[in-house]
């Protein structure tokens, strides 16, 4: 049970990681703002503003409905190197990029419960899963 416990929170930072690489380590990335013109399926898009690098104005950029604030509205962003999709930056960007995580936690909360018998622990691990969550979805 401790393995799988230990897997689900491997896996939930590992799929974290994939998009809260650029929202936190936005230093040495092309960032700038990105105005949410259209939304379809799980994307949005519109006109993408540098703001600090070596960016380039681009007419279309993409980031997921998730992240996206209302149409019309202006978000910071930094691109992915070598691609038009945006991740949100910012309090917002981060803690949205950390959903996963907090799913995981949750997931494995009830593993250490039932399986292990650690219930403090696993309540712990419950409740920062859960508050991270929430952070996010107020966040947005």
Same mark, same amino acid.
């Given at each position: 049970m401790g393995l799988l416990a230990l897997l689900l929170l491997v896996a939930g930072v590992w799929t974290s990681w994939n998009t809260a690489q650029y929202a936190m380590l @936005? +230093?040495?990335r092309e960032r700038g703002t990105m105005t949410v013109k259209t939304c379809q399926g799980k994307q949005c898009t519109g006109p993408y @503003?540098?703001?600090?690098?070596?960016? +380039?104005? !681009?007419?279309k @950029?993409?980031?997921?409905?998730?992240a996206a604030p209302k149409k019309g509205e202006r978000v910071e962003v930094t691109l992915e190197p070598g691609t038009t999709h945006a =991740? !949100?930056?910012g309090l917002a960007g981060i803690l949205h990029a950390w959903v996963p995580f907090a799913g995981s936690l949750l997931l494995a909360a009830? =593993? @250490?419960?039932?399986?292990? !018998?650690?219930? !403090?622990t696993a309540w712990v691990m419950?409740?920062?899963g859960a508050v991270l969550l929430g952070a996010a979805f107020a966040a947005m």
């Open positions: @936005v +230093k040495a @503003v540098p703001t600090a690098g070596d960016g +380039k104005p !681009r007419p @950029v993409s980031i997921a409905q998730a =991740v !949100r930056t009830l =593993v @250490v419960a039932g399986g292990m !018998r650690l219930r !403090r419950g409740l920062f």
